[in-house]
């Protein structure tokens, strides 16, 4: 599967899937055209990437290198035939790469002055030699034995997968870990300051509900008069924080104040202002 061709040769390279991808772009259909299997062509932008010549320029340049072996120009031609290299065979097939590029390796080892055999390699490729050369360096041997790797690569785009999800399993546990020893040390930090503003707010709360109980043991018109004056100051809104200490005030004194006022309440009616 395509997937797993890349898949693997993203593994075994420093090509990523993105480059070989990128890099197909352009050399896919010169190569489909050339007959050049899909695991060769992979195993040539391996070795390519790890020369440092990744993505598009990798592309063009396996694009540059194999056009000018398909349909050289006089230049290109004349060069071959002086190296001897044969890029077809008897029925004018596009030889296998590897042949091909062992030829060359072959030329360039036996050669006595490498700088003839670099400027036979740029009448072929012109200026873009430098970005075949790692092929020829590496030699038909190693693209073949990249190749026949590729050639067994089911099920390695499962494994790649496998290996990142595994390693992303590492992470989110050490990132459990790493919150829980966080948890741990706000607490320690910050634990006592915290239990003392809970107790705090609990005792403020248990204050508020035994006034509450007092509260419901008034007289029905001290409720509703506290209830009325506790309305008005809400709706004031700049005293509402006092409305809380006037009816506690109003709850504790009424004890004294209930009776004063049922005394002048009554003095009312006995003078028959009632």
């Given amino acids: 599967m395509v997937s797993d061709t890349l898949a693997k040769a993203a593994a075994n390279s420093s090509a990523g899937v993105g480059d070989l991808g990128f890099a197909f772009k352009y050399i896919g259909p010169v190569a489909t055209a050339a007959g050049v299997s899909f695991q060769e062509t992979t195993a040539a932008l391996e070795i390519l990437a790890n020369a440092g ?31 001897g290299i044969k890029t077809t065979d008897a029925h004018g097939n596009f030889l296998p790469l590897a042949v091909i590029i062992e030829q060359f390796s072959e030329k360039q080892k036996s050669a006595t002055n490498n700088t003839e055999f670099l400027s036979q390699a740029t009448q072929i490729w012109g200026q873009r030699a430098a970005d075949v050369l790692p092929l020829i360096a590496a030699g038909g041997e190693e693209l073949l034995k990249q190749t026949t790797a590729l050639e067994g690569a089911s099920g390695a785009a499962k494994t790649m997968g496998d290996a990142l999800m595994n390693n992303l399993k590492g992470s989110m546990d050490q990132f459990k870990g790493s919150l829980e020893t966080l948890g741990i040390q706000l607490y320690q930090s910050f634990g006592p300051a915290i239990k003392q503003a809970v107790d705090w707010g609990t005792s403020l709360v248990n204050k508020l509900i035994e006034l509450a109980k007092e509260f419901e043991t008034q007289p029905e018109w001290i409720q509703m008069t506290v209830l009325g004056l506790g309305g008005l100051f809400a709706a004031i809104g700049p005293v509402v924080l006092a409305v809380g200490s006037f009816m506690t005030a109003w709850v504790n004194l009424a004890p004294v104040f209930g009776p004063v006022l049922t005394g002048i309440g009554s003095m009312i009616e006995a003078l028959g202002l009632g």
């Avoid at 010549?53 to 002086?82: C, H, Y």
């Fill in 53 to 83: 010549i990744r993505g598009e320029k990798a592309g063009t340049g396996l694009v540059q290198f194999m056009t000018d072996l398909i349909n050289p120009s006089k230049a290109a031609a004349t060069a071959m035939n002086e190296l």
